[in-house]
């Protein structure tokens, strides 16, 4: 998992300008190949400006990650495809608490991944017409001197109100989301789901750390 994060985050690095900020930069949530793009922008954008406050607190990733990428992240969705069968066994309040308890491990697990991307080029592969679709791929690679491209898809899904939001990547075929989905069961089936949020909850208090000291953000 740790390394298709890495892959998600670095696949973003050079779609941004240094001198665009995050608050010049709208986001088109009626669009989700515009969408993609966009919140890249947007948060590196915002990474950029914020860049000496993240090397006095690296965990001022969290904040920016909170900000900036998940308001565009279907989480809850995600939480719910992750349990699995686990879904139906589970109480309303249980499925609330996996959910928050699942958003904050993402924050803290992305905002870790922010720091260990290299210097790499992204190329979007054309948008396609989505009208009556209700879920899109958006097609991505990344493409790196010496090395075979790498290829991404987002996947992002049309909410009831007509708006998109993101809910997996898929790199080099493997799904960041069946993966958890594979680890998370396995966990429920041995601790039961109360345990398994509660280690999703101690997870997300630890500290963010720059062990790539050459991180350009």
Not at 145 to 156: A, D, E, S
Not at 188 to 206: F, M, P, Y
């Amino acid at each position: 998992m740790k390394q298709l994060l890495q892959v998600l985050f670095s696949s973003m690095v050079l779609l941004i300008g240094g001198a665009v900020s995050a608050e010049e930069i709208s986001v088109n949530t009626r669009d989700p190949y515009a969408m993609v793009e966009s919140v890249a922008n947007k948060t590196f954008a915002r990474f950029h400006q914020d860049i000496a406050t993240i090397q006095a607190n690296p965990d001022h990733l969290k904040v920016i990650v909170s900000d900036e990428l998940m308001p565009y992240i279907d989480y809850k969705y995600a939480s719910y495809k992750v349990m699995g069968p686990y879904l139906r066994q589970s109480t309303p309040e249980q499925r609330e608490r996996f959910a928050e308890a699942f958003k904050t491990y993402l924050i803290a697990t992305y905002a870790q991944a922010f720091t260990e991307y290299t210097d790499q080029q992204v190329e979007f592969a054309p948008a396609k017409g989505f009208d009556g679709e209700k879920m899109v791929d958006v097609n991505v690679q990344i493409i790196e001197q010496g090395r075979p491209p790498i290829k991404l898809i987002f996947r992002v899904r049309r909410l009831k109100d007509d708006t998109w939001k993101a809910f997996d990547l898929v790199a080099e075929g493997v799904s960041l989301l069946s993966s958890k989905s594979a680890e998370i069961t396995n966990l429920i089936r041995q601790n039961g789901i109360d345990a398994v949020i509660k280690e999703l909850e101690t997870h997300t208090d630890n500290h963010i750390s720059l062990v790539n000291k050459g991180t350009k953000l």
